[in-house]
């Protein structure tokens, strides 16, 4: 048996090949509007959804996609507030804007994306 050899990759985005979208970012956010609809949302939960608006923002949306990033924001800084319960309307909007910036987001170039994430990253380690 010979050993594997080549070069391997150290950092944790990588670009996905044949415009072929990652789902990550989806799974997240579903799994957050759940949480949030059944009332056991914590704040992994919220940073999910955060993320989501704050990266969609930063691909450069136009007014419509941004002026949900801001709903999505609020309502992330409303529930936190709120100690991580969620009223009906606020489960409703949050999930109508994140519905719209997941389907805007699936949209957009893994290149952009990964740009994008990579460079949040690094200011995150900064």
Known sequence: MSKKRGKH???RIAVIP???KANRYE???RAALLALRSG???ESHLVDLYV???LCERL???AHISA???AVKRLCDEIHGAGYQSTEMRSVAMEASADILLEWFASQRNCDIAKIAHAMWEKLSA
């Open 9 to 11: 990759i150290k950092h």
């Open 18 to 20: 044949l415009n072929a």
């Open 27 to 29: 799974i997240h956010a």
């Open 40 to 42: 056991v949302a914590q």
């Open 52 to 54: 989501l608006a704050d």
């Open 60 to 62: 450069g949306a136009k």
């Open 68 to 70: 949900h990033c801001g």
